[in-house]
């Protein structure tokens, strides 16, 4: 059950739902990729997250609010990866980017076989995806049975997204980690940049050390180094 607060309910009401974004809504849903949206998973600073049922499984709405997007930030970090950086300098080509950013990112996750939800369609400012577990809960609230094949299953798929998909996740934590059937699923590949970018190295550690530090606090004591060597050589 989701409650929500009061400050919640106007981002939900006031913020997501303009007449451009109930025109994608139904562009989805004729397409096939999404019925009505059910309930709201979750409200972010820049996204809302609905659940919506399909015959083939639920599904994850993820719609990012145009008007309260950071879009400068947005297009200071899309710009860094060079598949992007020939992104125009207005707010809703750098939104629609960031979208599409992520939903590429998955199917190149996916596709390499790094754990991540199936996703379905990308249009404009939303995102449908596969919903893990009912849902699955994030890395940061799972009871963790055995916290060292956990780090060793995330290092697995870390290895997998960066040697055979190129990629660098550049927002992993706890957060965006979900644990389901012992197992981990990384989510939220917006930031997901091409190891071939200047700061992907940067992006890798900030991820690694984000893992220690998590585990650290489970009575684990992971290397950096050992953990960067492990995802970066084949
Ligand atoms: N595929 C998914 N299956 C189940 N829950 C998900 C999925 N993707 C996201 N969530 C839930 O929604 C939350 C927000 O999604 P996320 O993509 O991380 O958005 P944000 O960019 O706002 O952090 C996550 O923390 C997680 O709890
Ligand atoms: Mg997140």
Redesign the pocket.
Known sequence: MVTETSQERFRTYNGVFDAFTNRTLFYLESHGHITELSRT??V????N?FTTSHREGDR?V?IYRVQNCDFKQMYRLIIQDPRFKTVRHRPRDVIFTWCQR?YTNLLKAKSVGVRV?ETFACRNHILV?????D????LKDAIIENPKQCAQDIIENYKKLYCDGGLVHG?LSS??I?YHNQKV?F??F?QGISVKSDYADEYLRRDLSNIKQFFSKRGLDLNIETMYNSVTKV
Not at 129 to 133: F, Y
Not at 135 to 138: D, F, G, M, V, Y
């Open positions: 998973l979750f972010g600073k820049e996204s997250v994850l993820k992520e939800p995806e596969q919903l893990i577990g849902p699955a809960p994030r927002d957060f965006n979900l699923w989510i939220d917006s």
